[in-house]
């Protein structure tokens, strides 16, 4: 896990680095005004992990994007930087999302993933996701499904 990652809640000025690598991350990036909706909607929590030990300013490595709709939530967005990746900075985001659904009685999270995205799959199942579904076609510019991810959050939050 990275010791010098500190997790907060986003604030405004963190947009552009989470627009830099959304770009590098996505095929549809969110607006610059999708971003600025999230920081004001009431339902959508976004945390970005900082690494205090970068030389000059603090450098944003990854964010984490979730909505809470009554007593469940779903993922919206995670990322991370290319050149963190596979250091552990997702995994410290998951489990600060946890924190934050265990406090606030949230029961079950869900989420849409590409088939195709490998990646991303093992790291929700190592966070105790599991496949529950498929919504065919979901990704309309191709055509290709989706999977829904779901975890329990009681389970899962026992151990932290
Ligand atoms: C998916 C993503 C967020 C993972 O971020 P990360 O910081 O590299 O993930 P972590 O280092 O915390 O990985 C934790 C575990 O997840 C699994 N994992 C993560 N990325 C993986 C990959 N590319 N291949 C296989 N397993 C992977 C591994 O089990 C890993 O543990 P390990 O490194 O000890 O084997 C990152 O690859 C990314 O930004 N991808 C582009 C955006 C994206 O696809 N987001 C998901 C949309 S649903």
């Known amino acids: 896990m990275p010791s010098n990652?500190?997790?907060?809640?986003?604030?405004?000025?963190?947009?552009?680095?989470?627009?830099?690598?959304?770009?590098?991350?996505?095929?549809?990036?969110?607006s610059a005004g999708i971003w600025e909706r999230e920081s004001r909607n009431s339902l959508s929590r976004t945390?970005?992990?900082?690494?205090?030990?970068?030389?000059?300013?603090?450098?944003?490595?990854g964010y984490l994007n979730?909505?809470?709709?009554?007593?469940?939530?779903?993922?919206?967005?995670?990322?991370?930087?290319?050149?963190?990746?596979?250091?552990?900075?997702?995994?410290?985001?998951?489990?600060?999302?946890?924190?934050?659904?265990?406090?606030?009685?949230?029961?079950?999270i869900h989420l849409e993933v590409r088939q195709s995205n490998h990646g991303a799959i093992k790291l929700y199942e190592k966070f105790g996701f599991m496949i529950k579904g498929r919504r065919k076609g979901y990704y309309q510019e191709t055509g290709e499904d989706a999977l829904i991810l779901e975890a329990d959050v009681p389970r899962i939050t026992q151990a932290i």
């Open 66 to 108: 979730f909505w809470l709709i009554l007593d469940e939530a779903e993922i919206h967005r995670i990322a991370v930087k290319e050149e963190y990746r596979r250091s552990g900075v997702a995994g410290r985001l998951l489990q600060e999302m946890f924190k934050v659904l265990r406090d606030t009685g949230i029961v079950s």
């Open 5 to 30: 990652l500190r997790i907060r809640q986003m604030e405004v000025i963190d947009i552009k680095a989470i627009m830099d690598i959304e770009a590098r991350s996505f095929t549809l990036p969110y």
């Open 47 to 61: 945390i970005v992990g900082i690494d205090n030990r970068t030389k000059g300013a603090p450098e944003l490595q």
